[in-house]
């Protein structure tokens, strides 16, 4: 039977992009998120995306039965910041069929087309900075909170599809407890960024945490800008992300380091709530409540999830300091290791930095594009 696409416009059919993973991924290391958390973020009036972007939602049905979805959106933000017409693909589920990949990417391409796109990069759901990439090694690893999960068939579909290589995103290995592991000059260029540049530490505020936000948005925006994928975070983007953060915020790992009481870099580390998810199995009921209640009895890794020190303050070691915090940190906390991630396989400085933490390697995503000329 061929593969027909259609464009979800019932509930019904929400309920089949959102439900579709469930399904294809059951048994395997996926964890599920919560199905309320996956509608809310796809209801354009309530995703911040919104306010700056466009997108359209796709369905691939054979024989009546749904065996694919994907999005295509525009992220006017990204677009003028970079002076481009890019499109983006994203949420890309489906079963092992080159047909169904092929239906949803034509699908998604006549779409951009139609709004004057150039080129289509993806997956991302619906940002870099959200899920994003085909993972391509890591299959046997859980994934931690906003981190994909997909089969080794992804990418032999997308490479076959004729879709090339963008960029690839790493996730780093940390036992933040395990000072062996970590580069003996790490302790010292730390110390001398106390010392000889007055560099203090200090943890985020959760009462004032918006307000942290800002400062946030400002390391970001200075640290990020050359970067491969960069978007700034506009004011409607910080008001969702800190009420993210809220239900995350654990004081021991959001960090803002000062100088003469500025901010000049900042790192804020998430408590892995996919093991909480992994409990929940997607629902809040019957006791999916309870397990999120008794959080911090339950995470004991990481996932580090931004680390920035503003450019003109990179030379005072301050990156140092904040790596030395994180040991500090875990030694007081149950939470010992996480992963870092996702790093650009470009950001050299922070990808040496993790390696000098003793990290390793141990996931890779994938980031597609291609041309609509």
Known sequence: MPVEISLVKRPGDLRAFVHLPYRLHAGTPWIPPLRLERYLFLTRKLNAFFTHGDAEYFLARRDGRVVGRATAQIDHAFNDYHHSRTGMF?????????????????????????????????????????????????????????????PPYYQRLCEAAGLTKAMDLLSWDLEISNLERMDPVLPRVAERARTRHGVTIRKMSRRHLRREMDEFAKVYNAAWSH???????TKADLDAYAIDMQLVYAREWFMIAEQDGQTIAMAITIPDVHQIYKKMQGRLLPLGWWYYLRRARIIDRLRVGFLGVLPEYQH??????????????????????????????????????????????????????????
């Open 90 to 150: 994203g949420f890309l589920e489906l079963e092992d069929d080159p047909e169904i990949l092929d239906a949803l990417l034509s699908a998604a391409e006549t779409w951009l087309r139609g709004r004057g796109c150039d080129r289509m990069i993806g997956p991302m759901d619906f940002q870099l900075n959200d899920e994003s990439g085909v993972m391509i090694e890591g299959f046997e690893l859980e994934p931690l909170i906003r981190q994909p999960w997909q």
């Open 227 to 233: 970067n491969w994928g960069f978007t700034p975070y």
């Open 316 to 373: 005072t070691g301050v990156a140092a300091a904040l790596y030395m915090e994180h040991f500090a940190a875990a030694g007081r906390t149950r939470q010992k290791r996480g992963e870092a991630g996702w790093i650009l396989e470009t950001n050299s400085s922070m990808n040496r930095g993790l390696q000098a933490m003793g990290g390793r390697v141990v996931k890779r995503w994938r980031v597609y594009e291609r041309a609509l000329t």
